[in-house]
Structure formats: structure tokens, C-alpha cells
């Protein structure tokens, strides 16, 4: 069963943010929750993660609701190259690999 | 942060036939993973695969389609063996590395059964 619910997909003119959210709201109190991203044709790549405090690091920025039910990954100031499959994954942080993803959202960015 | 090379990047194979994809890491690491991604799809995680042990398999998986080889703690290999056009998909492997629990990705084999 799919732990994560995203919307399929998004646009976003460049320059600006893009929130993107994702509903958890059955994680468990030791379950983190990850961003990825998969740009057409690369393989995915690490974003940013999160167990329950606001994080930010140089590429986005992550909101977890205070129940933890949700979170809303930030790109300050998207980008063209911004434009990939994003996907929210919530998981164990020592239970070592499986990576359980969903469909995620479609981030188109447009000039 | 990991550095992971796949090869073949891309490869047409006919019906029957059997290709190995090889991983390579550029540090040593505890554990690698296999994905499929189906066209279109998101990823399916095949396999775990640890150095000295036997690969684990996920659900829907299993040795004989899909044999795993990890020799050392820098390199791994994914067979796909008598392959049918349901088995075209892009084959990823990735590691788990650093303190952060964050997984890198190689850039993928592309196979096409025909």
C-alpha cells in the first residue's frame, strides 16, 4: 500500500517557488521522510529529509506538519532544470535500502 | 556523497538471450540495491544485494530471472536472463552512503527486448 499521497502533477513559472506537498498520514513516530527527484532520463536524486523540525539545505527546503500527517517540499527559485518527477518517501532511517516509491509529482517549470 | 557508473547504458536484445549489467562504485560500500523501472513507471526495488552474501529479493522477484553477483564492496552485477519484451525497462542500481540514510543512483541501462 502506497504510504505517500502527491498530486500527479505541477507547473511553476521559473523565478518562483514551487511548494510541493505530501500526505503521510499514517507514518510511525521513527519514520523520516524523504524527497528524491528524478530528472527524464537520470537516475533519482537525494533532495532532502526530515524527521519531524523544518529543514533547509542548499537545494529546498522541507515542512513537516507538527502531527507530522504532512510535508511541503520548497524550491526557492525554480529553475528550468527544476523540472522532474519528485517523489516523497517516507521510511525507517537505519532500515537500510528499500526505498518504496510512489508515483510522484510531475514538476514542469516554465519560462 | 557516491559516484555509481552502470554499464551497458543502453542495449537491444532479441527474445531468449540473457544480459549482465554491471555497477560500479567509486567508494566501498555495505549495500547495493537493484531497481526496474518500467516505461512510464516509478522505480520497483528488485534486490539487496550485500558483499559475501546472497542477494535478497523482493516480492514478484526471484534468483533465477534476476541472479546477482557482489564480489567486492565496489562493484555489483544484475542478469536479466531469458529475457521477453516485458523485461524492456531502465535497470538502476544504487547505495546507501553517508550519515543522512540518502541513497545515489547510477544513470540506468535501458533495455529493449525485442
Known amino acids: 500500500d502506497a504510504k505517500t499521497t502527491q498530486p500527479p502533477s505541477m507547473d511553476c513559472a521559473e523565478g518562483r517557488a514551487a511548494n510541493l506537498p505530501c500526505n503521510h498520514s499514517?507514518?510511525?513516530?521513527?519514520?523520516?521522510v524523504y524527497w528524491y527527484r528524478q530528472i527524464h532520463s537520470q537516475g533519482p536524486q537525494y533532495i532532502i529529509h526530515g524527521l519531524k523540525n523544518n529543514e533547509t539545505n542548499e537545494m529546498a527546503s522541507l515542512i513537516i506538519t507538527e502531527d507530522r500527517k504532512s510535508s511541503t517540499l520548497i524550491l526557492p527559485h525554480a529553475t528550468l532544470r527544476d523540472t522532474a518527477v519528485y517523489y516523497c518517501?517516507?521510511?525507517?532511517?537505519?532500515?537500510?535500502?528499500?526505498?518504496?516509491f510512489g508515483a510522484g509529482t510531475q514538476v514542469v517549470v516554465t519560462p | 556523497s557516491a559516484v555509481i557508473s552502470q554499464k551497458p547504458s543502453r542495449d537491444i536484445c532479441q527474445r531468449g538471450t540473457s544480459l549482465t549489467i554491471q555497477c560500479q562504485v567509486d567508494s566501498q560500500v555495505t549495500m547495493m540495491f537493484w531497481y526496474r523501472q518500467q516505461p512510464g513507471q516509478s522505480l520497483t526495488l528488485i534486490a539487496t544485494a550485500n558483499q559475501g552474501s546472497e542477494a535478497t529479493y523482493e516480492s514478484g522477484f526471484v534468483i533465477d530471472k534476476f541472479p546477482i553477483s557482489r564480489p567486492n564492496l565496489t562493484f555489483s552485477t544484475l542478469t536479466v536472463s531469458n529475457m521477453s519484451p516485458e523485461d524492456s525497462s531502465i535497470y538502476l542500481c544504487?547505495?546507501?552512503?553517508?550519515?543522512?540514510?540518502?541513497?545515489?543512483f547510477g544513470p540506468g541501462t535501458r533495455l529493449t527486448v525485442t
Open positions: 544504487s547505495v546507501e552512503s553517508g550519515y543522512k540514510g540518502e541513497q545515489y
Open positions: 518517501i517516507v521510511r525507517v532511517a537505519d532500515s537500510w535500502g528499500k526505498l518504496q
Open positions: 499514517t507514518i510511525s513516530g521513527n519514520e523520516y
